[in-house]
């Protein structure tokens, strides 16, 4: 009885080593619920370690997400429009607006979540901010703008219009507006502890 038991063990030890796991997510729906509670996440350790900030870091951290966020989103659209490029190699037609955005959805659809969350963050800073009535007017319109960027660097970046190069362009600009934006918003907040 012991022999059996023992080589069960070992005969499980051994077939153990022998099988592979598989940690990351297989189909595409299991890679869209790993960003779902990603996202989930993601928003409570955000909603906790604004509980915790003073107005000054609040801020501080609103800022950051946007900054940190729209730079990954337009690093994204800067190998949307290489891929778009080399789609256009050698081809008698270039890549329609609509195989473009095919690509990018077929690459970002279990993604989604994440984007969500990341906007739903910056509008829960925002609203928190406001409701605790120590930041002016202006800063709160001026904070507002940057969303508004987030916002519009998404779309610009998952919704390709026009040539490359005009998607492009598109790019450059939202990225020459976010700097402004951001070094607007450093000058303004220093004020805040």
């Known amino acids: 009885m012991k022999r059996s038991l023992l080589a069960i063990v ?3 030890g051994l077939l153990g080593g022998c099988v592979r ?7 595409k729906q ?11 996440d993601m928003r409570s350790q955000w909603a906790a370690r604004l509980q915790k900030e003073t107005t000054g ?8 997400l946007v900054d940190s966020v729209t730079v990954q989103y337009l690093r994204y659209g800067d190998l ?3 891929r778009w490029r080399a789609g256009n190699q050698g081809q008698p037609q270039p890549m329609t607006e609509a195989d473009v955005r095919a690509m990018v959805a077929k690459g ?25 009535r120590e930041v002016d007017d202006s800063t709160v319109a001026l904070l507002t703008n940057y969303g508004n960027h987030l916002y519009d ?13 005009q998607y492009e362009n598109k790019l ?21 502890r």
Do not use: C, H, W
Not at 175 to 189: A, C, F, K, M, Y
């Open 153 to 165: 660097t998404y779309s610009a970046v998952f919704f390709p219009t026009g040539a490359v190069e």
């Open 108 to 132: 970002t659809e279990t993604q989604e979540p994440l984007f969500r969350a990341y906007e739903e963050m910056f509008e829960y800073a925002l609203e928190q901010l406001k409701l605790s």
């Open 172 to 192: 450059y600009q939202l990225g020459q507006n976010g700097r402004d934006l951001s070094e607007e918003l450093d000058r303004v907040i220093r004020v805040y």
């Open 21 to 27: 796991v598989r940690f990351e997510p297989e189909t």
């Open 30 to 40: 299991q890679q869209t619920d790993a960003s779902a509670l990603q996202s989930k």
């Open 10 to 12: 070992i005969g499980a």
């Open 57 to 64: 870091l609040k801020l501080r951290s609103t800022k950051t």
């Open 80 to 82: 949307v429009a290489e």
